[in-house]
């Protein structure tokens, strides 16, 4: 069965600091798809990046950069420099037609 | 492209009545899901569909809950006899189908509370 773990239930950091949030997932699947969602207070979800289990080139955007491991069944991002505007939960998702989420992750970025 | 509608935003309810949710998605995907999310918690699957048909339904879902898409484009989702434990946030997202599993656009919820 599919399943999204994301331990940290909470972090906080001072604006500036690096921060990383964990995602380890299960699947029988080889191919299958891993996502990253924001969603900030607002409430709606965002779509941030989408990695595909061939893939597993680390990818950089801006303060973004995302780190996917098959051997581990990893898959983390980092937010270098965070900002303030940071602050949300996030949302690792596993994909093969259906989605399925973990628990999610709220980042508090403090000025 | 207007994104993904939901209406209403917010619902009150007393338990026993039945609701209705509707949800408008992006005109050109035929991929529609809804999901519930409780505080603290990630979205979790209710069903989905491909144009009209509905391809699964969790087996979390109760009887008391339907989903229908009958003409392929826009969605709606009844609880009938609500219970305070379905409080909760509702949400509807769509998505393109394709040779890849594309990103899911999410709407802003419905937020039902059951008094």
């Known amino acids: 069965a599919q399943k999204v773990t994301q331990a940290q239930t909470e972090i906080s950091v001072v604006e500036k600091e690096d921060v990383t949030l964990d995602c380890v997932y299960e699947?029988?699947?080889?191919?299958?798809?891993l996502f990253w969602y924001k969603q900030p207070p607002s409430g709606e979800l965002v779509f941030l990046i989408r990695?595909?289990?061939?893939?597993?080139q680390n990818e950089i955007s801006g303060r973004y950069s995302w780190n996917f491991q098959k051997s581990t069944s990893s898959f983390n991002f980092t937010i270098t420099a965070s900002q303030v505007v940071d602050s949300a939960v996030y949302f690792c998702?596993?994909?093969?037609?259906?989605?399925?989420f973990g628990s999610g992750t709220k980042l508090n970025v403090k000025p | 492209d207007t994104g993904v509608s939901q209406n209403p935003r917010h619902k009150i309810t007393k338990r026993g009545q039945n609701v209705t949710f509707r949800c408008d998605p992006i005109?050109?995907?035929?991929?529609l899901y809804w999901y519930r999310q409780t505080l603290g918690q990630g979205p979790e699957f209710l069903t989905y569909?491909?144009?009209?048909?509905?391809?699964?339904k969790s087996r979390l879902l109760s009887d008391r809950f339907s989903a229908e898409r009958p003409k392929g484009s826009f969605s709606t989702l009844e609880i009938q006899r609500t219970e305070q434990g379905d409080s909760a946030m509702y949400l509807c997202?769509?998505?393109?189908?394709?040779?890849?599993?594309?990103?899911?656009?999410f709407g802003s919820g419905t937020q039902l509370s059951v008094l």
């Open positions: 569909f491909q144009n009209e048909a509905q391809l699964e």
């Open positions: 990695r595909n289990s061939f893939d597993e």
């Open positions: 005109s050109e995907h035929n991929r």
């Open positions: 998702a596993l994909s093969e037609n259906k989605f399925y």
């Open positions: 699947t029988r699947d080889t191919t299958y798809y």
């Open positions: 997202a769509s998505r393109a189908t394709g040779p890849a599993v594309e990103k899911l656009f």
